[in-house]
């Protein structure tokens, strides 16, 4: 039962616009979310988090939002640029179960001129 | 080291072989996890640790799966009997407080 989706597999965006992407989730004891993006032949890197607390965390050009009771988070990326193309991964954790994330099966991105 | 580390990069087993991957987490990080990704699909926790301690294993197919993590080891995790079906990219990342940094993977190719 796959408890975080995103269901766009790929998204292609041109360089310099907004990257949108999606990650819905089914379970509501989920209480921390992260992004990651990865790299062929590498390790996913994390990219951002956001807390149950809060429904937006910005660092740089990557925002996170939150919308609990749509149960939907979004990952914005504002200007999109050509080393952003990757995929990226959403993850939740549920309270009490301290990392033990569960991944959506990715968003491939590909950013271009 | 700053960085996870895994070892091998790729495995080629033939079924029913026996199988072990290692990884080093970053110096400092209490918590290490295990991640099966197969066929570059979502990845499935399949256990963590707090120092040499389990921490959960909820995910770990116990009939054929194991791992430890020892003290001033890398840690490890072993498939005995290998399965076509173990085929898949491993992944192993440490923790400190919440964020989980992840290693370049081991690829196990069952035959």
């Known amino acids: 039962d796959q408890q975080v989706k995103q269901n766009s597999p790929s998204l292609s965006v041109q360089e310099g616009r907004i990257s949108i992407l999606n990650c819905d989730y089914t379970?509501?004891?989920?209480?921390?979310f992260l992004w990651y993006k990865k790299y062929p032949a590498e390790g996913p890197t994390f990219l951002i988090s956001i807390s149950s607390i809060k429904d937006k965390n910005e660092d740089g050009r990557f925002t996170v939002f939150l919308n609990k009771s749509a149960k939907h988070l979004s990952l914005h990326i504002v200007p999109s640029q050509p080393g952003d193309s990757a995929v990226y991964f959403c993850a939740a954790r549920e309270t009490d179960s301290w990392g033990k994330f569960q991944f959506g099966a990715g968003t491939q991105v590909v950013v271009t001129p | 080291g700053e960085e996870v580390a895994q070892t091998p990069k790729h495995l080629v087993r033939g079924e029913g072989q026996k199988a072990k991957l290692y990884c080093a987490p970053i110096?400092?990080?209490?918590?290490v996890f295990w991640y099966q990704q197969v066929l570059k699909n979502e990845f499935k926790f399949l256990i963590s640790?707090?120092?040499?301690?389990?921490?959960?294993e909820t995910g770990m197919p116990k009939e054929r799966f194991s791992a430890k993590c020892l003290p001033n080891s890398p840690c490890s995790l072993e498939i005995q009997a290998t399965k076509l079906e173990d085929s898949a990219v491993y992944f192993c990342?440490?923790?400190?407080?919440?964020?989980?940094?992840f290693g370049p993977g081991t690829r196990l190719t069952v035959t």
């Open positions: 640790f707090q120092n040499e301690n389990v921490f959960d």
């Open positions: 110096k400092g990080h209490s918590y």
């Open positions: 379970n509501s004891m989920f209480d921390y």
């Open positions: 990342a440490s923790s400190q407080i919440r964020e989980q940094y």
